[in-house]
């Protein structure tokens, strides 16, 4: 590999490790709106949450990023911690924070961008759709300790994007309307450039070249500006996972993190997907939207079946496919998490605690509340806020 660019370099580690980030909203308690306050925010967090934070586009928003884990467990552990800590800074602050997809009720003219080098590049680059409403998403490592494994899964990876975008959909609603999609935020992040599902690649050489054409001629500073759904993380030896909503709970992070390692493995090892799915750019680019608008209800396209299949039956399959890989990487409690998650998506418990009574401001408590939740469960997701308080 001596002949890629220096930042293509792939670093070693082991196979099938698991790390996690997450993007978070800051919020006024008063109103539960969002609190543009980062630049605030960060200086006064502890030491031991400090190296586990970044600020985001947006100055209501924030990253939280997990050490490397074996598997599922430790990383929800580790979020939970992180979780706990800024709660605790942000309550001298007379703030609170949240995790969703998309906050109910911003608009465009309360966000503000944050202040740093790379947020004036995306700026500058971007102009007035900067500012558009902030989203929230949550991105899922695992490692591949060599580069072109790397790049096959990412390949095949492409195919299972449209599921997993449907058992995330955790942001229905937008400036305060139920937007009739299960993720909103899908679409919003879409008109930034470099979004989306990338295409096939031959090989890693022929993915760094694609890459390194757009830093030669100065269209972007370095590969992280590269939004894609999947992409390989060469400095960590890594693939990432982008496609998904925030999670409300850290319990249904750690699921979809779980889901995201085993498909991993089993595609590394058994190569599941058909061939048909990973070729036809078009098919996959329509399921995407289908996932996005309807969750676990859509009808996702099958090329080599040439009909649409119910994305709860896709999952089925794909469950049992990776039964073996979640017994081994000891993450099979986290997987049967998934299938709960599939039965009622984050987006539909949001449509239901809104149309409860409670109203957006009311959801958005509700939402907040949850932060530190620590296990799922089928009575949790049916109960109304009053219940749980």
């Known amino acids: 590999m001596s002949t890629l660019p220096e930042w293509a370099q792939w670093a070693d580690g082991p196979a099938y490790t698991l790390g996690a980030e997450e993007e978070v909203m800051l919020l006024n308690p008063h109103d539960w709106s969002l609190a543009q306050q980062v630049d605030r925010v960060l200086p006064q967090l502890s030491a031991d949450l400090a190296d586990h934070v970044t600020p985001e586009t947006h100055r209501s928003a924030l990253e939280l ?77 695992v490692g591949v300790p060599d580069p072109e494994h790397a790049i096959r899964l990412v390949n095949r990876m492409r195919a299972h994007l449209p599921l997993l975008l449907a058992l995330s959909v955790n942001s229905p ?16 992040f879409q008109a930034f450039p470099r979004v989306g599902i990338p295409r096939e690649f031959s090989d890693y050489a ?10 030669r001629c100065d269209a972007i500073q370095e590969p992280t500006f590269l939004w894609w759904d999947v992409r390989p993380q060469p400095r960590f030896g890594t693939i990432e996972v982008r496609i998904l909503d925030a999670q409300t709970t850290v319990a249904e992070t750690a699921a979809l993190a779980a889901l995201v390692q085993c498909i991993a493995r089993l595609e590394v090892e058994e190569g599941y997907i058909s061939e ?65 998650m599939a039965g009622r998506t984050g987006a539909q418990r949001q449509l239901d605690l809104a149309r409860s009574g409670s109203g957006l401001r009311g959801l958005v408590c509700d939402l907040a509340e949850a932060f530190l939740r620590e296990g799922y469960t089928v009575e949790d997701s049916n109960a109304t806020p009053a219940q749980r308080r």
């Open 65 to 141: 990023t997990t050490g490397v884990h074996d598997n599922a467990a430790g990383v929800a552990g580790d979020l939970l911690n992180l979780r706990r800590l800024l709660q605790a800074d942000l309550v001298p602050l007379g703030l609170s924070c949240a995790s969703a997809g998309t906050h109910p009720t911003t608009v465009w003219h309360e966000t503000v961008v944050s202040t740093g080098p790379r947020y004036e590049l995306v700026y500058g680059s971007m102009r007035e759709l900067a500012r558009r409403e902030p989203t929230f998403a949550l991105h899922v490592h």
């Open 276 to 340: 048909p799915l990973i070729r036809t750019q078009e098919a996959l680019d329509e399921n995407r939207f289908l996932a996005a608008r309807d969750g676990m209800t859509a009808e996702l396209i099958h090329p080599a079946k040439e009909c649409r299949v119910p994305a709860l039956e896709l999952l089925g399959g794909l469950l049992e496919a990776c039964a073996p890989h979640a017994s081994d990487l000891g993450c099979a409690a986290e997987v049967r998490t998934v299938s709960s």
């Open 206 to 215: 022929d993915w760094a070249e694609a890459v390194d054409l757009l830093i």
């Open 173 to 188: 609603f937008w400036q305060g309307r139920d937007t009739g999609l299960g993720s909103a935020r899908t679409p919003l």
